[in-house]
């Protein structure tokens, strides 16, 4: 029997550019922590320092954060948006920032929320506000619970957090 000597090379993988990805929002290394309320007294000088690390795959297109109070709730109010400059996954340095002072908000149960979703996932007309059809492939969210001077009985009570707004049929 007589053997041929061959080598088969395979083409080399077609390269594809990364795609984009939902925003992964750092949640356990959030500060403050998201898991537990937050007691405030608004005549206090405090700042609270919201800063929630940002990791994802975003093929050129910026991300927007915006921060909102009782976000979803008939009293909703936007604290702060912000543009964070397109990346890729491995970079772990970019984050979601607010500095925030309850001054002017109503004493109880509060909920403030980060939203992040790639710019193109916001409507064209308002870029503070979801575009329902891309949000649920696209938007990251977080919310933590804020008691604005409680009563000195029950600081951690959310007996008056805001209930979210409940769409009627047909909207």
């Known amino acids: ?61 910026d991300l927007r954060a915006v921060f909102f109070l009782d976000y979803g709730t008939a009293g909703e109010l936007r604290l702060v948006g912000q543009t964070i400059s397109a990346s890729t996954y491995d970079n772990t340095a970019r984050a979601a920032k607010l500095p925030w ?38 938007a990251s969210l977080v919310s933590w619970t804020v008691n604005v001077n409680p009563s000195s009985d029950a600081p951690n009570t959310l007996a008056n957090c805001p209930s979210p707004v409940v769409p009627s049929v047909g909207q």
Not at 105 to 128: E, I, K, R, Y
Request: glycine share 6%.
């Open 1 to 61: 029997m007589l053997f041929a000597e061959s080598c088969i090379v395979a083409d080399p993988p077609e390269y594809r550019a990364p795609g984009q990805t939902r925003p992964l929002l750092d949640v356990y290394g959030a500060v403050p922590p998201a898991t537990r309320v937050l007691v405030v007294d608004k005549h206090a000088s405090n700042v609270i320092q919201f800063n929630v690390s940002v990791q994802s795959e975003d093929a050129g297109e």
């Open 101 to 138: 002072r309850p001054i002017s908000v109503s004493d109880g149960c509060h909920f403030v929320t980060l939203v992040v979703a790639h710019v193109n996932s916001f409507q064209p007309n308002n870029d503070d506000h979801l575009d329902l059809t891309k949000a649920g492939d696209d």
